[in-house]
């Protein structure tokens, strides 16, 4: 039996640095080349070694760039016979003898992924969402408490937290800065966003997995695919405290085509002590952008903005970010391969899982018209998944309508 090369198995692999660090990419789309391009970067001695994607043209096409990539072509090994396509390509890759796993693909496939993965003892790099329904969540919860006992490293997407004004301001309102918080603002207001023209060799399976962001059970819903990031913030903010309920409305203004998800929503949130976070998200074409938050204390406010963006403390304790903006994006894969060298494993399930629940909770109440807790999200029944994957006929979902639409 092949022993897997990981801490999981064996502590003492690749803590001295000398050992390569071989890289499998799940996802080949523009996030998956990013999020590859900056592993490449995070470790002198690291090549990416497999890749798999559901389609042929979008791995040829990530394979490409990253192998002209004048910083990490270098470090790009990705053997003709270890480019796997279609729905099993994930086990290929992980299969393949890689030691770290990027899982970028559409939010829907990352429990399955992510689990295959730690069973077979990989370290994981999951982006955001990690889950589209409650039952995805709380598979994704066990699988970090099996990357736990095996000494895995499992780092998530929601780079906001590797970004170190973002600390420095959430360590300041930790320590007081602004008193006790009372209550948060969360902003995802956005213009459109891509969609792909039906080709007529497509069946109703490549129509949406092409279209992937325009469908709930691949995406969660633009507010879970995209808000979850600033929701995130919030929840740090409230030092992983999460909403007990919430209540939503939401709809599909401008959006006609492809799919069935929401382009807007408004959602107040409500913690047990009182706390309210108000989250507005909209995404549609020609409009003002907005991808921020705030939060209300006791004596002061917090302004939070996305990226370059201000980070500004007022009242008692007065303070402004004026440092160094590091590429958040590369900080969380150099934490990663620092964290395995180092033999020191970094587990950010908790808050991933959760994160990505407080989104889908709030997509459940705006969905349905009811309020929904976070007991319910949790032990909702719902899944998405389609009934086979296959490249054949699919059921085009209904847009939900409030009222009339089921909690399950």
């Given at each position: 039996m092949q022993i897997p090369s990981t801490l999981g198995f064996a502590p003492a692999v690749h803590t001295a640095g000398s050992d390569v660090l071989k890289i499998g990419l799940i996802g080949c789309g523009g996030r998956g080349t990013g999020a590859a391009s900056q592993a490449l970067n995070a470790d002198p001695n690291v090549q990416l070694t497999a890749m798999g994607d559901a389609f042929s043209d979008r791995l040829e096409s990530s394979l490409s760039a990253l192998k002209k990539d004048k910083d990490v072509g270098h470090k790009v090994n990705v053997k003709p016979e270890l480019?796997?396509?279609?729905?099993?390509?994930?086990?290929?890759v992980i299969d393949s003898g890689v030691?770290?796993?990027?899982?970028?693909?559409?939010?829907h496939f990352r429990p399955s992924h992510f689990k295959y993965a730690i069973e077979k003892g990989k370290h994981v790099f999951a982006e955001k969402p990690v889950a589209v329904d409650a039952p995805g969540v709380r598979s994704v919860l066990a699988t970090c408490e099996e990357a736990k006992k095996k000494n895995l490293s499992v780092v998530s997407g929601l780079c906001l937290r590797y970004d170190v004004g973002f600390q420095e301001t959430i360590k300041r309102i930790h320590d007081g800065a602004i008193g006790d918080v009372f209550s948060m603002q969360a902003n995802d207001l956005r213009s459109g966003i891509w969609q792909k023209e039906r080709q007529p060799d497509w069946t109703d399976m490549h129509f949406q997995m092409r279209n992937w962001y325009h469908f709930t059970w691949l995406s969660g819903d633009f507010n879970v695919e995209q808000h979850v990031h600033f929701l995130d913030v919030c929840a740090w903010i409230m030092k992983d405290e999460y909403p007990v309920r919430c209540n939503a409305t939401g709809g599909r203004q401008t959006r006609t085509a492809p799919g069935h998800i929401y382009d807007h929503f408004a959602v107040v949130y409500e913690y047990a002590k009182g706390q309210k976070l108000f989250s507005f998200s909209r995404q549609q074409p020609r409009c003002k952008n907005d991808i921020s938050c705030a939060a209300a204390g006791s004596k002061g406010n917090a302004a939070i903005a996305e990226g370059n963006g201000k980070l500004v403390l007022?009242?008692?304790?007065?303070?402004?970010?004026?440092?160094?903006?590091?590429?958040?994006?590369?900080?969380?894969?150099?934490?990663?391969?620092?964290?395995?060298?180092?033999?020191?494993?970094?587990?950010?399930?908790?808050?991933?899982?959760?994160?990505?629940?407080?989104?889908?909770?709030?997509?459940?109440?705006?969905?349905t018209g009811q309020q929904i807790t976070w007991q319910q999200a949790m032990e909702s029944k719902e899944d998405l998944s389609p009934a086979k994957y296959e490249w054949g006929p699919l059921p085009m979902p209904e847009v939900a309508r409030p009222g009339i639409t089921k909690f399950v």
């Open positions: 480019c796997f396509t279609g729905f099993d390509a994930y086990k290929q030691d770290v796993v990027l899982l970028c693909e559409p939010p007022t009242g008692d304790q007065p303070w402004t970010y004026r440092g160094n903006h590091k590429n958040m994006y590369q900080v969380e894969h150099d934490e990663l391969f620092a964290s395995i060298r180092k033999g020191k494993p970094i587990n950010n399930g908790d808050y991933m899982s959760k994160s990505s629940l407080m989104a889908i909770m709030a997509r459940m109440a705006a969905y």
